[in-house]
């Protein structure tokens, strides 16, 4: 007999072991599946477009941690700003630019990851190191009051490769250890987002603090 979502989140969350926190991946996934994993104590979800999660926000309890994880464009900041707990996908000063005036239309800080490319391939968005500190030391963050830079986000290779994945990894280990000694007001490291359904494991042993699980708790997308 398949496991339940219930049961699934059980075992991911016995092997992340409070190492990290599971963050369940819910897009195109219908609102009972997302009942099942809030029932089953899982209040963290990860969307990748902002027109889902708009249309799901209202339909599920309001103790929901809502996580955009996708690609953000600044025309789709002020959809989500009044109740998105965490960006992990920024990748400029513009849409950190973004992120704050909305936030503070709405009376809010919002935090932020800045997504890092890590992976071998070229579709995935995100900044190289030098461009992520470089960002983390322009003047022009002291103006931004509303958001809050907690961390990196990172994509690994999509590869059976567990030698890259974890080199990849463990880079991205080494940055987060590295830009977490800039201090700036608005800057305070304390998240390192790595790791999906088939290398959470991986990115676990390699110090992440947040997973992004989605075919491993609700199966594989249609």
Avoid at 61 to 79: E, F, M, R, S
Wanted: with cysteine.
């Amino acid at each position: 007999m398949p496991m339940t979502i219930a049961q699934r989140i059980d075992q991911i969350r016995s092997q992340l072991n409070g190492r990290a926190r599971l963050v369940a991946v819910t897009k195109t996934k219908p609102i009972p599946m997302l009942r099942e994993a809030y029932e089953a104590g899982c209040k963290s979800f990860g969307e990748n477009k902002v027109q889902e999660m708009i249309e799901k926000h209202p339909l599920l309890p309001a103790d929901i941690d809502w996580h955009l994880i996708g690609h953000l464009q600044t025309n789709k900041v002020k959809y989500i700003a009044p109740f998105v707990s965490l960006i992990h996908s920024v990748d400029s000063l513009k849409l950190l630019q973004e992120i704050n005036k909305q936030a503070a239309r709405n009376n809010r800080t919002i935090d932020c990851l800045l997504q890092i490319h890590i992976a071998e391939e070229e579709t995935k968005f995100g900044l190289s190191p030098d461009e992520a500190e470089a960002l983390l030391n322009v003047p022009e963050l002291d103006n931004l009051s509303n958001i809050r830079i907690i961390g990196l986000m990172g994509l690994a290779t999509f590869t059976d490769n567990e030698t890259q994945i974890r080199r990849e990894f463990q880079g991205l280990k080494q940055l987060y250890d590295k830009l977490s000694t800039i201090q700036r007001t608005n800057v305070a490291f304390r998240e390192l987002s790595m790791g999906m359904s088939g290398d959470y494991g991986i990115a676990v042993e390699e110090g992440s603090t947040l997973v992004r699980v989605g075919s491993a708790i609700f199966g594989e997308r249609n």
